[in-house]
């Protein structure tokens, strides 16, 4: 079964909301998660990481402002698109790794639609 | 050059055939490697999880990496339609949970 959970799947909403997506993890605790965006055909790009206790690390060209990333216990994390537009529709995945060296598990996606 | 190399394809096959994929890499520190599988509108879920070379089997899937050459496979018997979806190679460097992934290779078996 699933051992990371990630809500909403998918979310339309207009121009300037602001969204709010939860990623846990099920059956472990996860001091690092780590949120991903997909282009259609595309492969994952990571977008930043998501340490518990700590500020996220983000990649480079990600806008830290336009994406809030919050780790507040060990088996969640949120990223939030703040003042969403549509050049920010996409798919928008998180992982949780169970350990170090370990492969990660990924939770189902979040279909973001922005109108 | 990319650190991960993988065919995109797409691949066709028909049903019950063997179906190979690959990947090659450059960076001989990748110590962990993985193969995940994603279906449309999902996230990946990981098939496959090696960290010597060698073959790895279960089930239908084998997974296979030659750290001499920086090269890994997957095998897939019997290919079944259920099987068709994008395969992405990962892998780590040891010490670190950093993924480093494959454009990934869509497949599609044909009944």
């Known amino acids: 079964g699933a051992v990371v959970s990630q809500h909403p799947s998918w979310v339309i909403c207009k121009s300037g909301t602001s969204v709010k997506i939860e990623c846990r993890s099920l059956d472990f605790q996860a001091t690092t998660m780590f949120w991903y965006r997909q282009f259609p055909k595309q492969s994952l790009m990571l977008m930043a990481t998501s340490n518990e206790g700590s500020k996220a690390t983000y990649e480079q060209g990600v806008e830290k402002d336009k994406f809030l990333i919050n780790h507040a216990s060990l088996t969640l994390s949120t990223l939030t698109v703040t003042s969403a537009h549509p050049e920010d529709s996409s798919f928008y995945i998180c992982?949780?790794?169970?350990?170090?060296?370990?492969?990660?598990?990924f939770g189902d996606g979040t279909r973001l639609s922005i109108l | 050059q990319k650190e991960v190399e993988q065919d995109p394809g797409p691949l066709s096959v028909p049903e019950g055939a063997i179906v190979s994929l690959n990947c090659t890499y450059s960076n001989s520190a990748f110590q962990y490697f993985m193969w995940y599988r994603q279906y449309s509108r999902k996230g990946p879920e990981l098939l496959m999880y090696t960290y010597s070379s060698g073959n790895k089997e279960d089930g239908r899937f084998t997974a296979q990496v030659d750290k001499s050459s920086k090269y890994i496979s997957l095998f897939i018997r019997d290919s079944q339609p259920s099987d068709s979806a994008t395969y992405l190679c990962?892998?780590?460097?040891?010490?670190?949970?950093?993924?480093?992934f494959g454009t990934g290779t869509r497949l599609t078996v044909i009944p």
């Open positions: 992982s949780a790794p169970r350990g170090v060296n370990q492969p990660q598990h």
């Open positions: 990962a892998m780590i460097l040891g010490g670190a949970n950093n993924l480093f």
